[in-house]
């Protein structure tokens, strides 16, 4: 018998959790879709946008999704919550 190894049990452990490729591509797609919404837009307020997509995303989810795309340095948050897009355009 071999003897474990804790880096590859680790690399299984986190593969398991890897969620399967069509619900990366339908994750993707909403964060796009919502950063597209922003670009366009060119400014939004936080609780319109939620308010248009909240069928689709729980609250949540939306602050993930608001993080990543201003995390990616694509939008700016202002302490009135207004969403605006410093991306390229």
Excluded: Q
């Amino acid at each position: 018998m071999k003897p474990a190894n804790p880096k590859s049990d680790s690399a299984i452990r986190a593969a398991e959790k890897i969620p399967p490729a069509s619900t990366l591509r339908s994750a993707i797609g909403v964060v796009t879709a919502i950063a597209d919404a922003i670009r366009d837009l060119k400014e939004v307020p936080s609780g319109t946008l939620y308010a248009a997509v909240m069928s689709k995303v729980s609250i949540d989810e939306y602050e993930k999704i608001i993080g990543i795309i201003e995390g990616a340095g694509l939008i700016k948050r202002s302490g009135s919550h207004l969403l605006t897009w410093i991306g390229p355009r």
